[in-house]
């Protein structure tokens, strides 16, 4: 009988131990596997979100930059425009000054023009009132020739 009472008491202990496991050991270990299991299970998950994330950030990104990339290019046309606009205008205002100058010039040449003319009118009937007084001199009729000369220096 000893070795079946060894054996029983073995049994026993045994059994009291993996009630004693089971109560007290086991829920513990059971809470931190499930823990874990719950940490890695959140982790993976954030790390899909995170992918996710990721690769939608990339797709804004690149959005993004395409959009800049165009802006950029409407800003630079507009500013070739603009510049090709302010140079036509520069070359108007020119252009416009040119002639402004030129009408003036116009004016200037055509004063001095009459300017010739009238002392140059004024240099001929002197001549002529010269050439009158010699004239008269030697003829007796003054009314006749100051009317020819007169006439004469209306002419020129």
Not at 64 to 70: D, G, L, S, V
Not at 92 to 120: C, M, P
Not at 122 to 147: F, M, N, P, W, Y
């Amino acid at each position: 009988m000893g070795l079946n009472l060894t054996l029983i008491g073995q049994i026993g202990t045994f059994l009291v131990f993996i009630l004693f496991t089971v109560k007290f050991v086991w829920p513990p270990i059971r809470q931190a596997l499930e823990e874990r299991e719950k940490r890695i299970a959140d982790g993976l998950a954030s790390a899909d979100r995170g992918q996710k994330e990721l690769e939608l950030a990339e797709q804004n990104a690149a959005e993004k930059i395409r959009e800049a990339k165009q802006q950029a290019a409407e800003i630079i046309d507009q500013a070739n425009r603009q510049g090709s606009e302010i140079v036509e205008e520069a070359r108007q205002e020119a252009r416009e000054a040119a002639a402004k100058e030129h009408a003036a010039a116009e004016a200037r040449i055509e004063q001095e023009v009459t300017k010739v003319r009238s002392e140059l009118r004024k240099q001929v009937s002197d001549l002529a009132i010269q050439g009158a007084s010699r004239i008269l001199e030697r003829e007796v009729d003054a009314k006749t020739h100051a009317k020819m000369l007169d006439q004469l220096a209306e002419q020129l």
